[in-house]
């Protein structure tokens, strides 16, 4: 075997058993009984030992000095695992272990910290997690990653090529014309009902069921199950997804499932020659989310799919109170000041981003100390949203990402949308009949289009590289204001 031959061999190992690792977090999220969250941090702790040994082989050095990649796919594959030996020889071994223990745990008291309502039972645990986030990110920065600065080093993990600094000025184009859209829609002489009717679990599940069909789930390499925060999981020919379920609330269990969908197809779409290598999984966390957001919105909100979506539940739920397929389109669509990030509409989504943004950065520059955390997160949304927070849950305890230690993840959400608008614009020139096909509840012209231009290539591409070869422009932010300034004023008769 030459250098790359083994290289490679020993990746995929790797590569299967970090799947082992991702398959023991579905359990825990969705299936585990209670007790076993002290054990399962242990197995957490094991398993990321053995994978951190592994990611710092010294053989790896060799080999990767050694090996000649035999096409473009191979020598981006070692590229990726350079980079990886890179930033996982800058953690020690201890701390990886004890993230992973700490992490595992954390989601449990999370969990239980938010059933309560209770930020005091949760926040002890959480500041043990900055700690070793600043510690690994201290470690990182030392190694060059992020070019020194400590935030960036971990945003680096989750969309390589992207700093803080630019996240923010990105931002602060973006904050003005959102913010006036908002004021211009909450103001209209036309707002749309919201429901008010009970919509019963198992038909919402049959029906979330039948839209991740029509979005092109591949059942027989997938399941879906419950969750308290959805989530998918896996790749390959492994890919899993959760929802969640409110009875008077169906779009929250609807648009999850769209939303996890999205990602999931990704997955699934990556060529088999990169099954367990580098280049088998999402590039990066903003290219994902680009996926499951204009599963979710672009295509999933537009108005011939939600006409289509309205046929379904009146035939499931009888008549729920809304007159017909434009009313629903309005109602799904409908602007409204909430709590909750993941069931936020198009206009505020990245409003909440944005705060998350600043407060993770603070806590991980230290200039934010985490007991002072929900009063900041309270000033802030009262701030940006003008509405008073009413309880943790609806607040600071609302999300799961800083229980598992993903701090730096929260902007790749705003990226997925930035290069969700992109796509939309090249998407919709490229299939001019797409609105004919939705109406019928077919979404296989959109996925096709998605597979062909972004999913088969799984981590082939640098990020914004594959969102320019796929839309013949770099990435910007103009495309998504300009779809949200025509789709919402047209719905609110702007």
């Given at each position: 075997?030459?250098?790359?031959?083994?290289?490679?061999?020993?990746?995929?190992?790797?590569?299967?058993?970090?799947q082992?690792?991702?398959?023991?977090?579905?359990?825990?999220?969705?299936v585990?009984?209670?007790?076993?969250?002290?054990?399962?941090?242990?197995?957490?702790?094991a398993?990321?030992?053995?994978l951190?040994?592994?990611?710092?082989?010294?053989?790896?050095?060799?080999?990767?000095?050694?090996a000649?990649?035999?096409?473009?796919?191979?020598?981006r594959?070692?590229?990726?695992?350079?980079?990886?030996?890179?930033?996982n020889?800058a953690?020690p071994?201890r701390?990886?272990?004890?993230?992973?223990?700490?992490?595992?745990v954390?989601?449990g008291?999370w969990?239980e910290?938010?059933?309560?309502?209770?930020?005091?039972?949760?926040?002890?645990?959480?500041?043990?997690?900055v700690?070793?986030?600043?510690?690994?990110?201290?470690?990182?920065?030392?190694?060059g990653?992020g070019?020194?600065?400590?935030y960036?080093?971990?945003?680096?993990?989750?969309?390589p090529?992207?700093?803080?600094?630019?996240?923010?000025?990105?931002?602060?184009?973006?904050?003005?014309?959102?913010?006036a859209?908002?004021?211009?829609?909450?103001?209209?002489?036309?707002?749309?009902?919201?429901?008010?009717?009970t919509?019963?679990?198992?038909?919402?599940?049959?029906?979330?069921?039948?839209?991740a069909?029509?979005?092109?789930?591949?059942?027989?390499r997938?399941?879906?199950?419950?969750?308290?925060h959805?989530f998918?999981s896996?790749s390959?020919n492994?890919?899993?997804?959760?929802?969640r379920?409110?009875?008077?609330?169906?779009f929250?269990?609807?648009?999850?499932?769209?939303?996890?969908?999205?990602?999931a197809?990704?997955?699934?779409a990556?060529?088999?020659?990169?099954?367990?290598?580098?280049?088998?999984?999402?590039?990066?966390?903003?290219v994902?989310?680009?996926?499951?957001?204009?599963?979710e919105?672009?295509i999933?909100?537009?108005?011939?799919?939600t006409?289509w979506?309205?046929?379904?539940?009146?035939?499931?739920?009888?008549?729920?109170?809304v007159?017909?397929?434009?009313?629903?389109?309005?109602?799904?669509?409908r602007v409204?000041?909430?709590?909750?990030?993941?069931?936020?509409?198009?206009?505020?989504?990245?409003?909440?981003?944005?705060?998350?943004?600043?407060?993770?950065?603070a806590?991980?520059?230290?200039?934010?100390?985490?007991t002072?955390?929900?009063e900041?997160?309270?000033?802030?949304f009262?701030?940006?949203?003008?509405v008073?927070?009413d309880?943790?849950?609806?607040?600071?305890?609302?999300d799961?990402?800083?229980?598992?230690?993903?701090?730096?993840?929260?902007?790749?959400y705003s990226?997925?949308n930035?290069y969700a608008g992109?796509?939309h614009?090249?998407?919709?020139?490229?299939?001019?009949?797409l609105?004919?096909?939705?109406?019928?509840g077919?979404?296989?012209?959109?996925?096709r289009?998605?597979?062909e231009?972004?999913?088969?290539?799984g981590?082939?591409?640098?990020?914004?590289e594959?969102?320019?070869r796929?839309?013949?422009?770099?990435p910007?932010?103009?495309?998504?204001?300009?779809?949200?300034?025509?789709?919402?004023?047209?719905i609110?008769?702007?």
């Open positions: 075997m030459t250098a790359y031959d083994e290289l490679m061999a020993f990746q995929r190992e790797t590569e299967a058993l970090g082992i690792a991702g398959r023991l977090s579905w359990d825990q999220e969705t585990m009984p209670r007790g076993a969250a002290e054990q399962r941090g242990e197995e957490m702790a398993i990321e030992g053995v951190h040994a592994r990611r710092t082989d010294p053989r790896l050095a060799d080999w990767l000095a050694r000649k990649a035999p096409d473009a796919g191979g020598a594959a070692v590229e990726l695992i350079s980079r990886a030996y890179g930033r020889a953690i071994a701390l990886a272990q004890e993230t992973a223990r700490l992490t595992s954390g989601q008291i969990a910290a938010r059933a309560r309502d209770d930020v005091a039972h949760f926040l002890p645990t959480l500041g043990q997690i700690a070793l986030k600043r510690e690994a990110a201290q470690a990182l920065a030392a190694a990653f070019g020194g600065d400590l960036d080093a971990l945003l680096d993990d989750y969309e090529g992207t700093t803080g600094a630019g996240i923010a000025a990105m931002f602060d184009r973006m904050r003005p014309r959102l913010v859209l908002r004021a211009a829609v909450l103001g209209a002489a036309r707002q749309p009902a919201e429901l008010s009717a919509f019963a679990q198992e038909p919402q599940m049959r029906l979330a069921r039948m839209m069909t029509a979005f092109g789930y591949d059942w027989a997938g399941r879906i199950d419950l969750a308290v959805p998918s896996g390959g492994d890919v899993r997804i959760t929802t379920v409110a009875e008077a609330d169906p929250n269990c609807l648009y999850s499932t769209i939303h996890e969908v999205g990602h197809a990704y997955e699934q990556i060529d088999q020659r990169w099954l367990l290598t580098p280049l088998g999984t999402g590039v990066s966390m903003g994902h989310e680009s996926q499951s957001r204009i599963y919105n672009q999933g909100r537009s108005r011939a799919f006409g979506i309205f046929g379904r539940m009146r035939e499931m739920f009888g008549d729920f109170g007159a017909n397929a434009d009313a629903f389109y309005a109602t799904v669509n409204r000041s909430g709590y909750i990030r993941t069931e936020a509409d198009e206009v505020h989504y990245n409003l909440h981003i944005m705060m998350r943004f600043d407060l993770e950065r806590l991980i520059a230290g200039t934010l100390d985490v002072d955390l929900e900041a997160w309270n000033a802030r009262l701030s940006d949203f003008g008073a927070v309880c943790p849950s609806n607040g600071v305890l609302q799961v990402h800083w229980s598992v230690g993903l701090f730096g993840y929260f902007p790749t990226l997925g930035v992109c796509l614009k090249a998407m919709r020139a490229a299939v001019p009949d609105d004919a096909a939705l109406a019928a077919d979404a296989a012209p959109a996925t289009w998605l597979r231009h972004v999913q088969q290539h981590g082939l591409y640098r990020p914004a594959v969102i320019e796929a839309c013949g422009f770099a910007t932010e103009a495309p998504l204001l300009d779809y949200l300034e025509a789709k919402f004023r047209g609110y008769g702007l």
